[in-house]
């Protein structure tokens, strides 16, 4: 079945909506940097809203951005795009960026949790808009200096002005993301399915599939290098392909024992079980559980990350990993 998404390219966008208006970049991090600089380049007006003395500070002048503090940005954007962390948005919000936005205003975000979980509620005659890049910002940044652009999201939360899509489009062909496309969602859909792909697939899920494999085997009395290179340093060819091709490209590439043993044995580890249980992960995103006990952590200072990061670099795959990744470096 076809999909029934439409893709926006260039032509369907305009610079001329950002013409005469400030893009006030809060927070100069992987995404921050990439996206300030992309408009910059593109001759958007652009100031950076970082905090006085922190090692941010120094290295947006030395790119070449005006740098100011974050409450004399916001007061001076007619865009305040959000791209400090989701666990601090709210605070820096509500002290430095609310009691400076002006009716006509455009509050902007990549990613949409603290919009989708009312964490910042915008007052009404500010529009409200999201594009997100489908790439982490050192490719956002490498694609656009290449002539080209990464894949991205947009969304309007709030269209107080009757010009919200338009902004946002000229947003996205600002930083080359039309080039490649982009698609039109929801602040809840962008929001909800990226915590459900990080959570169940790309960060939670993969890492315990590949512990859990390297771990069988290694109790079993292989080698560590070995289980290293089988369960988790071959993942990124299995992946690459993936990219390239879908499933189809892998399944094509691997040989035809690989694909055999895939196919007749791949649901006995991802089981009705585990997709039951990805089913209450998701669940738990939707009514608002999981951003609760997020916010929880972050108050207490996350201790839970803070030791699970300590207790990590110990477990014998990263101490093989260290001396495996050493084979290829070659310095």
Not at 179 to 205: H, K, M, P, Y
Not at 268 to 278: A, L, P, Y
Request: glycine share 10%; aromatic share 8%; hydrophobic share 40%.
């Amino acid at each position: 079945m076809e999909s029934e998404v439409e893709v926006y390219h260039d032509e369907d966008a305009s610079l001329d909506a950002l013409k005469g208006k400030t893009i006030a970049v809060i927070g100069y991090g992987s995404q921050g940097s990439a996206q300030a600089l992309n408009m910059k380049d593109s001759g958007c007006s652009v100031v950076a809203g970082l905090r006085e003395g922190g090692k941010s500070w120094d290295k947006a002048k030395e790119d070449g951005l005006e740098v100011v503090p974050v409450n004399e940005a916001a007061r001076r954007g007619d865009i305040i795009h959000m791209l400090i962390p989701d666990e601090v948005q709210a605070k820096v919000y509500a002290a430095q960026v609310a009691p400076n936005l002006e009716e006509g205003d455009a509050l902007c975000f990549s990613h949409g949790f603290n919009i989708a979980f009312d964490l910042i509620v915008p007052p009404k005659g500010v529009d409200v808009i999201m594009v997100a890049p489908k790439a982490p910002g050192s490719m956002v940044r490498k694609l656009y200096l290449d002539g080209f652009g990464t894949p991205a999201l947009i969304a309007v939360g709030q269209d107080s002005t009757a010009n919200a899509r338009e902004i946002v489009l000229a947003m996205a062909k600002a930083m080359h993301f039309t080039r490649a496309g982009v698609i039109e969602t929801t602040f809840w859909d962008e929001t909800t399915s990226d915590l459900f792909g990080e959570q169940a697939v790309l960060c939670g899920g993969v890492t315990e599939l590949v512990k859990a494999g390297f771990d069988t085997l290694v109790q079993n009395g292989y080698k560590p290098e070995l289980a290293y290179f089988e369960c988790l340093n071959e993942l990124k060819l299995i992946v690459d392909l993936f990219y390239d091709g879908g499933l189809g490209l892998m399944w094509k590439s691997v040989s035809n024992t690989a694909e055999y043993g895939g196919r007749t044995r791949g649901k006995r580890i991802v089981t009705d079980q585990t997709r039951k249980e990805m089913q209450n992960l998701l669940e738990e995103i939707k009514n608002g559980k999981f951003t609760s006990e997020w916010m929880e952590e972050n108050k207490k200072g996350a201790p839970f990350l803070k030791k699970a990061r300590e207790g990590e670099k110990k477990e014998l795959i990263e101490q093989v990993g260290e001396r495996i990744r050493k084979l290829y470096s070659r310095g």
